[in-house]
């Protein structure tokens, strides 16, 4: 079982910053492939990003590529994203989400790859 509580989130103009932190319960954390997903009001969930178990491999939304960083520690248990460059269009609340099963990076923006979830962090990036 592992529980995932995100943080970081918060209002910020366009072409700011902010880093999303996900803190991991249990002492697998290290096994798991690690992705953020987010959804605006009205629409589907969306991938963002996704990261190896290792940190090796990442994979990114090409909406958000050059923009934001996936990134973890796993000594802290902790997958991090620093979103920079940010966009009205960004608006969402943001999940992190835990994979035991890593498939190919690039197979990891499917959700139902996804064992747990977090209650996700509301960004609301304004104009």
């Known amino acids: 079982q592992v529980q995932l509580v995100e943080s970081g989130g918060g209002l910020v103009q366009a072409g700011d910053s902010l880093r999303l932190s996900c803190a991991a319960s249990g002492r697998t954390f290290s096994s798991y492939a690690m992705g953020w997903f987010r959804q605006a009001p009205g629409k589907e969930r969306e991938f963002v990003a996704a990261?190896?178990?290792?940190?090796?491999?990442?994979y990114y939304a090409d909406s958000v590529k050059g923009r934001f960083t996936i990134s973890r520690d796993n000594a802290k248990n902790t997958v991090y994203l620093q979103m920079n460059s940010l966009k009205p269009e960004d608006t969402a609340v943001y999940y992190c989400?835990?994979?035991?099963?890593?498939?190919?990076?690039?197979?990891?923006?499917?959700?139902?790859?996804?064992?747990?979830w977090g209650q996700g962090t509301q960004v609301t990036v304004s104009s």
């Open positions: 990261i190896s178990w290792s940190g090796g491999s990442t």
């Open positions: 989400a835990a994979a035991l099963h890593y498939k190919a990076i690039a197979s990891m923006t499917l959700k139902t790859l996804y064992d747990y």
